[in-house]
């Protein structure tokens, strides 16, 4: 993928650690990589979108509820 002005992910698709890095920028969506923290380390690094959300729960340490946030959600791979 050489175009960074795409609007979401595909689940299947490739990106380079500096697209999705620009994408994440630019977007208010979640990442999720089982690289660490080390996503972003090496730009030309490829990653492989696996799945696609429209939202997650997420446990809130103020009052201790769980509410549910309509956020994409990624999840990548590397590829």
Do not use: C, I, W
């Not at 380079?16 to 979640?30: G, N, P, R, Y």
């Not at 990442?31 to 090496?42: A, K, M, P, V, Y």
């Amino acid at each position: 993928m050489t175009n960074s002005g795409f609007n979401t992910l595909k689940p299947g698709n490739n990106y380079s650690a500096q697209e999705l890095d620009s994408f994440v920028s630019t977007k208010d969506v979640l990442l999720l990589s089982n690289n660490g923290s080390q996503l972003f380390t090496e730009p030309d690094r490829e990653y492989k979108v696996t799945q696609e959300f429209e939202g997650f729960f997420e446990h809130s340490s103020q009052d201790g509820e769980k509410y549910y946030r309509e956020k994409k959600a990624y999840v990548v791979e590397k590829a």
